[in-house]
C-alpha cells in the first residue's frame, strides 16, 4: 500500500523542540518531492517547508526559517522535521505529502493522511 504517514506531534512549551516523521511505505521516498503542511484551527492548511527529490534543494516559509530543519533518511525511507525553538502560533495539526515542485508557493491537491498534532503551550 502507498502511504505517507506522519508522527512525533505532542505538546511542547515555547521555546521548546519536536521533531516529525513523515514514513513511507509502498515507494522510494527519496524520488519524490516532500513537502510538509500544517493546518491551525480555522485557518487554511499552508505549505512549510519542503525538501526536492534527491535532496537538491530546500524550501522555508518565512515563518519558520532559522527553526525548522526538514531532513531524509534514505535508509528509513523517512523524511524528518526538525522543529526547534517553538512558538504557540505554530501549534497546528501538520501534514506531509509528495509534491511536485520544491518552490515557493508548493502545494498538493490530493488526499491527505491524518497528520500529526504539534501544540505549543505553556
Known amino acids: 500500500q502507498v502511504q505517507l504517514v506522519e508522527s512525533g506531534g505532542g505538546l511542547v512549551q515555547p521555546g521548546g523542540s519536536l521533531r516529525l516523521s513523515c514514513a513511507a511505505s509502498?515507494?522510494?521516498?527519496?524520488?519524490?518531492?516532500v513537502g510538509w503542511f500544517r493546518q491551525a484551527p480555522g485557518q487554511e492548511r499552508e505549505g512549510v517547508v519542503c525538501?526536492?527529490?534527491?535532496?537538491?534543494?530546500?524550501y522555508y516559509a518565512k515563518s519558520v526559517k532559522g527553526r525548522f530543519a526538514i531532513s531524509r533518511d534514505i535508509a528509513r525511507n523517512t523524511v524528518y522535521l526538525q522543529m526547534n525553538s517553538l512558538k504557540p502560533e505554530d501549534t497546528a495539526v501538520y501534514y506531509c505529502?509528495?509534491?511536485?515542485?520544491?518552490?515557493?508557493?508548493?502545494?498538493?491537491?490530493?488526499?491527505w493522511g491524518q497528520g500529526t498534532q504539534v501544540t505549543v503551550s505553556s
Open positions: 509502498g515507494f522510494t521516498l527519496d524520488y519524490y518531492s
Open positions: 525538501i526536492s527529490s534527491s535532496n537538491r534543494s530546500t
Open positions: 505529502a509528495n509534491i511536485l515542485l520544491c518552490e515557493s508557493g508548493f502545494s498538493y491537491r490530493g488526499s
